[in-house]
């Protein structure tokens, strides 16, 4: 069974740019999906971005695109590079994984997930 493991975050100044990794260990095998997501206090998990792992297709939320790329580095670690980051960035940011063919922003059609790492942005 695969695991995920989220670092990088902290505490960041806006306009800075930020860089979390995502690292799988366990049981990886065929093609998956690794998206990254954010939740704020009292507010539900958004969808950030995706990468498909074998293929290295990419999908962002339209909230994000432009600002924020996600990329696979090495054979068990996918990032998200974070630029020109402003205090609403600031959330619990978490990786999973899906072994849906279809890239997907929704949450549920993830079924392996990381515990997060947290960012904060101060003004």
């Known amino acids: 069974q695969m695991q995920l493991k989220e670092s990088g975050g902290g505490l960041v100044q806006a306009g800075d740019s930020l860089r979390l990794s995502c690292a799988a260990s366990?049981?990886?095998?065929?093609?998956?999906?690794v998206g990254w997501f954010r939740q704020a206090p009292g507010k539900e998990r958004d969808f950030l971005a995706a990468?498909?792992?074998?293929?290295?297709?990419t999908y962002y939320a339209d909230s994000v695109k432009g600002r924020f790329t996600i990329s696979r580095d090495n054979a068990n670690t996918v990032s998200l590079r974070m630029d020109s980051v402003k205090p609403e960035d600031t959330a619990l940011y978490y990786c999973?994984?899906?072994?849906?063919?279809?890239?997907?922003?929704?949450?549920?059609?993830?079924?392996?997930w990381g515990q997060g790492t947290q960012v904060t942005v101060s003004s």
């Open positions: 366990g049981y990886l095998y065929g093609d998956y999906v």
């Open positions: 999973a994984a899906s072994y849906s063919p279809t890239m997907s922003s929704e949450p549920d059609d993830y079924s392996t």
């Open positions: 990468l498909n792992w074998i293929g290295g297709r």
